[in-house]
């Protein structure tokens, strides 16, 4: 028996990095055991940003589909799809913006932060109304758990309201999904910034190569006080400590005694951490190589789990055109 249904995934927007592994990859592979899980190639949400470039969509989206398959999703147990081939979601996008107010997506704070962010005056109607095609996604076949980053916890409460308003106005037919954020929260950048990010340039991707994690690594920021090898540090203000803890947990304790006192120098403790980090991307460059020389396995996992995706969104929508009373003529349409 399965403990519930999961659906979460990613804009393909460019490779997956270790942020994402933290924030949600982790738990997504954990879970597949236990939850049916869903994972959706959201091509049409990337659009919001990228709608002046949708020739990069084909590369990219086997490229995040070969970033799940590297980290251990196994087609077997994970249904793995593409957004903008189930239709249902794009239906369902619509019922849900006859009762939503512009308002209330105008006051959304990841609305409000990416707006700033990408410098939009005006924005698209798609971009201000992509909280609701999201809350689409994650409900168009019924999921209960949603593991993300945690950028991403006022789309999973948004869908919620949705999901209330729409169970209260029609017909309880729809699930409340609750949000899963990964233990380590968020990951900070190689540059110290908060946050690992493909547009800070600040990450290691989980498809980099060895060599390029120990030259990224080499050139992470580390405590700014630290001037010479024989001052003492202090790991609390460190990029490089704050990897160790998430990826070395073991050596912590006695990596801080050593930089406290001096005796273990920036450029052995980021040689230390790239090891570790390279250990752990291994298994994932294993993976990856056998769909890297086949990529039709990677086409075939892809279309088999739309084809899956597309049989919930059918049910889901036969009970939603009928709580709507929009099933007319008591028939399914292709
Ligand atoms: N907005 C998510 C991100 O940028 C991607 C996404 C699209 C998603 N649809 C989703 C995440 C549904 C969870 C559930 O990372």
Redesign the pocket.
């Known amino acids: 028996m399965k403990k519930g249904r999961i659906?979460?995934?990613?804009?393909p927007t460019g490779p997956l990095h270790l942020g994402h592994y933290v924030g949600s990859l982790k738990n997504r592979v954990e879970l597949q055991d236990d939850y049916e899980s869903f994972i959706?190639i959201?091509d049409v949400?990337a659009l919001t940003t990228n709608f002046e470039h949708p020739e990069q969509l084909p590369q990219a989206v086997r490229q995040v589909a070969m970033d799940y398959l590297a980290v251990g999703l196994d087609p077997e147990k994970s249904t793995i799809f593409v957004?903008s081939m189930i239709k249902e979601i794009a239906e369902l996008t619509i019922f849900y913006s006859m009762f939503i107010t512009v308002n209330v997506l105008r006051h959304n704070p990841t609305i409000k932060t990416e707006a700033k962010q990408y410098g939009y005056q005006d924005m698209t109607y798609g971009f201000l109304g992509?909280p609701v095609?999201?809350a689409a996604?994650?409900t168009f076949c019924k999921a209960d758990l949603?593991p993300?980053?945690a950028?991403?916890v006022p789309?999973?409460e948004f869908a919620r309201k949705i999901v209330r308003r729409f169970n209260e106005l029609y017909k309880p037919v729809l699930v409340e999904p609750k949000a899963l954020v990964g233990e380590v929260g968020r990951l900070v950048g190689l540059d110290g910034s908060a946050k690992m990010s493909k547009s800070l340039g600040n990450a290691i991707y989980l498809s980099d190569s060895a060599e390029a994690v120990r030259k990224k690594i080499s050139m992470a920021v580390t405590d700014p006080a630290r001037m010479l090898r024989t001052d003492p540090g202090h790991p609390s203000v460190c990029t490089v400590f704050a990897y160790h803890k998430v990826f070395n947990p073991e050596v912590v304790a006695d990596l801080t005694k050593e930089c406290k006192s001096a005796s273990i120098g920036c450029v052995d403790c980021k040689k230390l951490l790239a090891q570790v980090i390279n250990n752990f991307l291994e298994p994932m460059r294993e993976r990856r190589a056998k769909y890297q020389a086949n990529p039709k396995l990677v086409d075939d996992i892809l279309i088999a789990g739309t084809e899956r995706a597309r049989e919930e969104g059918q049910k889901t929508m036969s009970q939603v055109r009928e709580a709507m009373c929009l099933d007319y003529f008591g028939k399914q349409f292709e």
Request: charged share 20%; no cysteine.
């Open positions: 659906l979460t995934g990613d804009r959706i959201a949400q957004q992509y095609s999201q996604d994650i949603v993300v980053g950028d991403q789309h999973i």
